[in-house]
């Protein structure tokens, strides 16, 4: 009776899997017709008065037999709501948008003055769209960050998105946000969020005067022997010297093409509140938030003392932030920051001995970067505290961890709080 019933086990499964082989072979899942449509890489968002403008950066497929990699082209449209401005891309072009791989919005600074989530409410309800893709905003408009031609990669979305990576975070160069962590803060208690400014750098620092001063020894070279020289051999050489100036002359012009094309930094923070953008964090101050909220490994800092710089190599963080609330709604925010780090590098020589040892960095210039990150952190706080922006989570951290009596300051306890910001930097031994 047990070999009949383990014989009866056997052959229901193999059933169970000749049919799911049938179904695999018959069936194309639902599979995307390539020539019918947009696969959407990254979306813009800006406004002009009731209306989105939206700037989609769609990938175009190209033939095998072309041998061309996949080209991205941005197609703008107009709408009054967001999927309005999509259903316009397949009225334009007889795409229809798929938003299954964007990875990547940009909201304009039209779209920050009033609540974002205006315009991310459609993102939101779209099943397709992973709430994981990345989100920014700019000072400018959306359309033109979307539409720069960058250095390192053609595509603008894809080198923005190594500007937002994971290891921009753990370096603190950036703060990159997720959809759904930013709709996080916005729908909690704080009602707070903040988001990375994308911005458009020249690739090259000027030197001195460099761009001042041009061409100084253009017309120096070249004059000697052209009176020893034959007709056909003058005409022979004039020849050349067109085709090499012709030659030099495109080469210069891609050399300067490549040279004038931008490279993005997201190095400053925009803070939000209600859905609005209320202040911006500076490139030291977005370190020193990332420093108490995230995790550092391997990231520079650099502090100066007498004159002289030194830049630390941040091996690793440990942030410990508590609440103290009292019976009468005073709040302080204990923020307390041990950085274990090394030397990387000084601005002047060094002896020996202090080149060899690169884990050793000396007290003085580990107290000065103790006050340097302690003051930062402090303006971190003061910026948020006078905007209202909760980047802290002060209300959070009283809703969860104080008993019930004291939530009756859960409107005022930011603004009625102090900071007491404790930072200590290590040796790495």
């Given at each position: 009776?047990?070999?009949?019933?383990?014989?009866?086990?056997?052959?229901?499964?193999?059933?169970?899997?000749?049919?799911?082989?049938?179904?695999?072979?018959?069936?194309?899942?639902?599979?995307?017709?390539?020539?019918?449509?947009?696969?959407?890489?990254?979306?813009?968002?800006?406004?002009?008065?009731?209306?989105?403008?939206?700037?989609?950066?769609?990938?175009?497929?190209?033939?095998?037999?072309?041998?061309?990699?996949?080209?991205?082209?941005?197609?703008?449209?107009?709408?009054?709501?967001?999927?309005?401005?999509?259903?316009?891309?397949?009225?334009?072009?007889?795409?229809?948008?798929?938003?299954?791989?964007?990875?990547?919005?940009?909201?304009?600074?039209?779209?920050?003055?009033?609540?974002?989530?205006?315009?991310?409410?459609?993102?939101?309800?779209?099943?397709?769209?992973?709430?994981?893709?990345?989100?920014?905003?700019?000072?400018?408009?959306?359309?033109?960050?979307?539409?720069?031609?960058?250095?390192?990669?053609?595509?603008?979305?894809?080198?923005?998105?190594?500007?937002?990576?994971?290891?921009?975070?753990?370096?603190?160069?950036?703060?990159?946000?997720?959809?759904?962590?930013?709709?996080?803060?916005?729908?909690?208690?704080?009602?707070?969020?903040?988001?990375?400014?994308?911005?458009?750098?020249?690739?090259?620092?000027?030197?001195?005067?460099?761009?001042?001063?041009?061409?100084?020894?253009?017309?120096?070279?070249?004059?000697?022997?052209?009176?020893?020289?034959?007709?056909?051999?003058?005409?022979?050489?004039?020849?050349?010297?067109?085709?090499?100036?012709?030659?030099?002359?495109?080469?210069?012009?891609?050399?300067?093409?490549?040279?004038?094309?931008?490279?993005?930094?997201?190095?400053?923070?925009?803070?939000?509140?209600?859905?609005?953008?209320?202040?911006?964090?500076?490139?030291?101050?977005?370190?020193?938030?990332?420093?108490?909220?995230?995790?550092?490994?391997?990231?520079?800092?650099?502090?100066?003392?007498?004159?002289?710089?030194?830049?630390?190599?941040?091996?690793?963080?440990?942030?410990?932030?508590?609440?103290?609330?009292?019976?009468?709604?005073?709040?302080?925010?204990?923020?307390?920051?041990?950085?274990?780090?090394?030397?990387?590098?000084?601005?002047?020589?060094?002896?020996?001995?202090?080149?060899?040892?690169?884990?050793?960095?000396?007290?003085?210039?580990?107290?000065?970067?103790?006050?340097?990150?302690?003051?930062?952190?402090?303006?971190?706080?003061?910026?948020?505290?006078a905007c209202g922006c909760d980047v802290f989570r002060v209300r959070e951290r009283l809703v969860k961890y104080k008993n019930r009596r004291l939530r009756v300051h859960q409107d005022t306890v930011l603004s009625r709080s102090l900071a007491d910001v404790k930072v200590r930097f290590e040796n790495v031994r």
């Amino acid at each position: 009776m047990h070999n009949l019933h383990s014989r009866n086990t056997v052959r229901y499964y193999l059933l169970l899997v000749l049919g799911l082989l049938v179904l695999f072979f018959s069936n194309d899942f639902g599979l995307l017709d390539v020539q019918k449509t947009a696969i959407v890489l990254a979306a813009g968002i800006d406004r002009d008065a009731d209306s989105f403008i939206v700037t989609s950066q769609i990938s175009i497929p190209q033939s095998s037999t072309q041998g061309k990699q996949t080209q991205a082209v941005q197609i703008v449209s107009r709408g009054k709501t967001v999927a309005d401005a999509f259903d316009e891309i397949n009225a334009k072009t007889g795409w229809y948008p798929k938003l299954v791989f964007c990875d990547l919005i940009v909201l304009g600074s039209s779209v920050a003055e009033q609540n974002v989530f205006d315009a991310l409410d459609f993102f939101l309800r779209d099943e397709y769209l992973t709430d994981n893709c990345l989100l920014a905003t700019c000072d400018g408009t959306a359309k033109e960050i979307l539409n720069a031609s960058a250095l390192v990669d053609p595509s603008s979305s894809v080198a923005i998105q190594k500007v937002l990576s994971a290891h921009a975070e753990r370096v603190g160069t950036a703060l990159p946000v997720s959809l759904r962590e930013f709709s996080i803060g916005y729908f909690s208690d704080s009602k707070s969020g903040f988001l990375p400014v994308l911005k458009t750098e020249p690739q090259q620092e000027k030197i001195g005067n460099e761009g001042e001063q041009q061409g100084g020894s253009n017309g120096s070279g070249g004059a000697g022997g052209s009176g020893s020289s034959g007709s056909s051999g003058g005409e022979q050489s004039q020849g050349q010297a067109q085709g090499e100036a012709s030659g030099g002359q495109k080469n210069s012009e891609s050399g300067q093409s490549e040279q004038n094309k931008p490279v993005f930094s997201a190095g400053e923070t925009a803070l939000f509140v209600n859905g609005k953008r209320v202040e911006t964090l500076t490139r030291e101050e977005t370190f020193a938030l990332c420093a108490v909220t995230g995790k550092l490994r391997l990231a520079s800092y650099a502090v100066e003392r007498n004159g002289d710089t030194c830049t630390l190599t941040v091996k690793r963080n440990s942030p410990s932030v508590k609440l103290q609330v009292g019976k009468d709604g005073m709040a302080t925010l204990n923020v307390d920051l041990t950085m274990t780090a090394g030397v990387l590098d000084y601005s002047v020589a060094q002896s020996m001995e202090s080149i060899s040892d690169a884990g050793d960095v000396s007290k003085a210039y580990l107290s000065a970067a103790e006050k340097k990150l302690a003051g930062e952190i402090h303006r971190v706080f003061e910026k948020s505290r006078a905007c209202g922006c909760d980047v802290f989570r002060v209300r959070e951290r009283l809703v969860k961890y104080k008993n019930r009596r004291l939530r009756v300051h859960q409107d005022t306890v930011l603004s009625r709080s102090l900071a007491d910001v404790k930072v200590r930097f290590e040796n790495v031994r």
